[in-house]
């Protein structure tokens, strides 16, 4: 069981011989294999990290931007709502003074027909208290 | 272990048999050599070459299956290589108790697996090469020249200096811990899978059928484990001579 011979020695180198041929078509290759791809994997893990925040700040940005658009949007609403309630509000005050002198007008008028027209009545109540005087007295009377 | 040899021509079913100690000797000029051990050894090595080859003949960022499969044993040798020697200096360990882990678990795992009795062999019979002493020596003291030449190599001379670190009167336990270190390496593997092998055995003729199947299973468990136990300890070792004592 226990005869040592030149198996020994042998085996040894033989297995040293294993381990260098080994080392060269299994360890290297295969370890560089795995190398690489876990440095492919960080490389493409670290570019998507990266794009992820570039995607993240555009987001950002563009939120601002429609922030600041809707605000301007709202501002040039208010604008435009203050310039019609300002324009409606003239209007008004211009129909409401064209009322009021066209009013002022008629009111003048009237004045002025209802004075012209007392005035046609005096006259014509003096000729006709005279054609009364003169059919009650007779005409030669009144002269 | 002539008894159990005779216990087989009784039996009708020679599944396994006992041959311990018995081997298919080469001679290579004055030196003799295990025949077997080799064969099965080259067998091993030949699986480990070929999915190796096939798993990075062709490497791609998305991995096909084989791929797939060899970039999982090797995401685990490095983690147990990491778990032992620190983020730090593990990686030019990871070959060499990578490729101890992978070639005796293959080896163990095949020793088990194949039905090895078919192939037969003037003398002795093919079976794990870790079963042979020879093969589990020579791994636990590439072991021990491994974490020599780690210390040598991250501290010079000063390397010494860990024997005498807390006391020199511990002096003799260290110079006996690097003799018991590649001794109870070597054994413990050496016995584990022999042993399951003659278990096996044993159960096989006694009866043939069905009841040695969970001690096989058991044996498969065992032979991860103990392919476990070795890479992690030489592992450990080398961490030991890279740090020192009491220098964490």
């Given at each position: 069981?226990?005869?040592?011979?030149?198996?020994?020695?042998?085996?040894?180198?033989?297995?040293?011989?294993?381990?260098?041929?080994?080392?060269?078509?299994?360890?290297?290759?295969?370890?560089?294999?795995?190398?690489?791809?876990?440095?492919?994997?960080?490389?493409?893990?670290?570019?998507?990290k990266?794009?992820?925040?570039?995607?993240e700040?555009?987001?950002?940005?563009?939120?601002?931007?429609?922030?600041?658009?809707?605000?301007?949007?709202?501002?040039?609403?208010?604008?435009?709502?203050?310039?019609?309630?300002?324009?409606?509000?003239?209007?008004t005050?211009?129909?409401?003074?064209?009322?009021?002198?066209?009013?002022?007008?008629?009111?003048?008028?009237?004045?002025?027909?209802?004075?012209?027209?007392?005035?046609?009545?005096?006259?014509?109540?003096?000729?006709?208290?005279?054609?009364?005087?003169?059919?009650?007295?007779?005409?030669?009377?009144?002269? | 272990?002539?008894?159990?040899?005779?216990?087989?021509?009784?039996?009708?079913?020679?599944?396994?048999?006992?041959?311990?100690?018995?081997?298919?000797?080469?001679?290579i000029?004055?030196?003799?050599?295990?025949?077997?051990?080799?064969?099965?050894?080259?067998?091993?090595?030949?699986?480990?070459?070929i999915?190796?080859?096939?798993?990075t003949?062709?490497?791609?960022?998305?991995?096909?299956?084989?791929?797939?499969f060899?970039?999982?044993?090797?995401?685990?040798?490095?983690?147990?290589?990491?778990?032992?020697?620190?983020?730090?200096?593990?990686?030019?360990?990871?070959?060499?108790?990578?490729?101890?882990?992978?070639?005796?678990?293959?080896?163990n795992?095949?020793?088990?697996?194949?039905?090895?009795?078919l192939?037969?062999?003037?003398?002795?019979?093919?079976?794990?090469?870790?079963?042979?002493?020879?093969?589990?020596v020579?791994?636990?003291?590439?072991?021990?020249?491994?974490?020599?030449?780690?210390?040598?190599?991250?501290?010079?001379?000063g390397?010494f200096k860990?024997?005498?670190?807390?006391?020199?009167?511990?002096?003799?336990?260290?110079?006996?811990?690097?003799?018991?270190?590649?001794l109870?390496?070597?054994?413990?593997?050496?016995?584990?899978?022999?042993?399951?092998?003659?278990?096996?055995?044993?159960?096989?003729?006694?009866?043939?059928?069905?009841?040695?199947?969970?001690?096989?299973?058991?044996?498969?468990?065992?032979?991860?484990?103990?392919?476990?136990?070795?890479?992690?300890?030489?592992?450990?070792?080398?961490?030991?001579?890279?740090?020192?004592?009491?220098?964490?």
């Amino acid at each position: 069981m226990f005869d040592f011979d030149a198996t020994m020695p042998l085996m040894a180198v033989q297995f040293l011989l294993l381990t260098a041929i080994l080392n060269a078509v299994f360890y290297k290759p295969l370890t560089k294999a795995l190398d690489e791809r876990d440095a492919y994997i960080r490389n493409n893990q670290a570019t998507a990290k990266e794009s992820l925040a570039k995607a993240e700040s555009l987001v950002k940005e563009y939120e601002a931007q429609i922030a600041a658009a809707r605000k301007e949007s709202q501002s040039i609403v208010e604008k435009a709502q203050a310039e019609a309630r300002e324009i409606t509000a003239q209007k008004t005050a211009e129909a409401q003074k064209q009322v009021q002198t066209q009013k002022e007008q008629a009111a003048q008028e009237i004045q002025q027909q209802k004075e012209t027209a007392l005035a046609t009545l005096e006259q014509q109540v003096d000729s006709l208290s005279r054609q009364i005087l003169e059919k009650i007295l007779g005409p030669e009377l009144v002269k | 272990m002539e008894i159990l040899g005779s216990l087989t021509i009784l039996n009708t079913f020679t599944l396994a048999e006992l041959e311990v100690g018995e081997h298919f000797l080469w001679k290579i000029g004055n030196y003799t050599v295990h025949g077997q051990v080799f064969i099965v050894s080259w067998i091993v090595i030949g699986v480990l070459l070929i999915a190796s080859l096939a798993a990075t003949r062709n490497i791609q960022t998305v991995p096909g299956e084989i791929q797939n499969f060899m970039e999982y044993a090797l995401e685990f040798i490095r983690d147990l290589t990491k778990n032992q020697l620190g983020e730090k200096e593990y990686r030019p360990w990871v070959p060499f108790v990578g490729t101890l882990f992978l070639f005796i678990f293959v080896s163990n795992w095949g020793g088990a697996l194949i039905p090895w009795k078919l192939i037969q062999l003037p003398s002795g019979e093919l079976a794990a090469p870790t079963n042979d002493i020879n093969t589990t020596v020579a791994l636990a003291l590439l072991t021990s020249l491994a974490y020599f030449y780690a210390g040598f190599k991250k501290k010079g001379l000063g390397y010494f200096k860990k024997y005498i670190e807390p006391t020199p009167i511990l002096l003799p336990i260290a110079i006996l811990e690097d003799f018991t270190k590649p001794l109870s390496l070597s054994f413990r593997l050496f016995g584990n899978i022999l042993a399951d092998e003659l278990v096996v055995a044993v159960l096989v003729l006694l009866v043939p059928l069905f009841v040695p199947l969970p001690v096989m299973a058991l044996g498969l468990f065992t032979s991860a484990i103990q392919a476990l136990v070795f890479a992690t300890l030489a592992g450990a070792y080398i961490h030991e001579a890279l740090e020192g004592h009491g220098e964490e």
